[in-house]
Every structure is written in C-alpha cells, then in structure tokens.
C-alpha cells in the first residue's frame, strides 16, 4: 500500500522560508510526477508546482522564483522550497504523486494528508 507523509510545515513571519517534504512509502512501478497543492480555508485547491520523472518542473505564477521543486532521483521523496513567504501562501499543502503501483495498473493520483502553512507576523 502506497502512503505519502509530509513534513514541514510550521509558522513562519513574513519574508521567511520553510522547507517541505514528502516521502513516498510503499512501492510504485512508475511515477510520472510529483506535485505540491495547496489549500486555503474558503478557496479551491490550487497547484503549486510539479516535477516529472524527467526532472522538467513547473509552477504557479504566483510562487514563481519564490518557491522551488526538487526530489531525489528515485522519486521517492518530494520537496518544496519556500522563499519570500507572504501572508497569501497561508494554506494547507498536499503532496500527489501520480504513478501506478504495478506494470498492469492504470496511473493514479495518490495524496498525502496535508501540512500547515502559516505565515503571519
């Protein structure tokens, strides 16, 4: 059974930085990327960034030079780093991994339970 757990997240003022990271558990027959989400009370879960198997990423506008992607090559582990927080990047960020478990399953999304972003003064 597949598991992605975050780790990370945190209080931070204005201008900080906070480092978040996703381990996969488990065992995948292939990822094709790896995503962080976020989630802010009353909005719509929005994508932040992505990275593929490849290496390629990319991102919201509104992280962009901000915010930045990167994993280790097994893909097992995702993180994001996160400069020049402001108020607006306050949410609750999701890990997805999209891949399949075995060489005969279709490819799924797969979610981690989410970690706490706070930036406030």
């Known amino acids: 059974q597949v598991q992605l757990v975050e780790s990370g997240g945190g209080m931070v003022q204005p201008g900080g930085s906070l480092r978040l990271s996703c381990a996969a558990s488990?065992?995948?027959?292939?990822?094709?990327?790896m995503a962080w989400y976020r989630q802010a009370p009353g909005n719509q879960r929005e994508l932040v960034a992505t990275i593929t198997s490849g290496g390629t990423t990319t991102y919201a506008d509104s992280v962009k030079g901000r915010f930045t992607i990167s994993r280790i090559n097994a893909m097992t582990t995702v993180y994001l780093q996160m400069n020049s927080l402001k108020p607006e990047d306050t949410a609750v960020y999701y890990c997805?991994?999209?891949?399949?478990?075995?060489?005969?399953?279709?490819?799924?999304?797969?979610w981690g339970q989410g970690t706490q972003v706070t930036v406030s003064s």
């Open positions: 997805k991994t999209n891949g399949r478990v075995a060489r005969y399953h279709a490819d799924s999304d797969y």
């Open positions: 488990g065992s995948f027959f292939s990822i094709n990327f």
